[in-house]
């Protein structure tokens, strides 16, 4: 076995997103809706907080919009976050 020392570039997951708090996050969810928000805070079972947020559904119609002041997300309905994505522009319906 060696010792070698950590990576110290290396982030846990939980440093990851704390570090973005405060800043825009694209986070994909387990049923087929995005979420685009800023980050305010989340807990250990990575449940968020967000502000001015963006929640696109992917429907048969196109994809539809909906623009919410503030959520609270469930940490296990996500998927996969981004930090500073925004959503590219593509056809949609405003709601």
Do not use: W
Not at 47 to 74: P, W
């Amino acid at each position: 076995m060696s010792n070698a020392a950590p990576n110290p570039s290396a982030l846990l997951p939980l440093e990851l997103v704390d570090k973005c708090i405060g800043s825009r996050i694209h986070i994909i969810m387990r049923n087929d809706r995005e979420i685009v928000g800023t980050l305010l805070g989340f807990d250990d079972f990575v449940n968020m907080v967000l502000e001015d947020v963006l929640e696109y559904e992917t429907t048969a119609e196109g994809r539809r919009i909906n623009k919410l002041d503030q959520v609270l997300l469930n940490g296990n309905n996500i998927t996969m976050l981004v930090p500073g994505g925004e959503m590219p522009d593509a056809p949609e319906t405003a709601h």
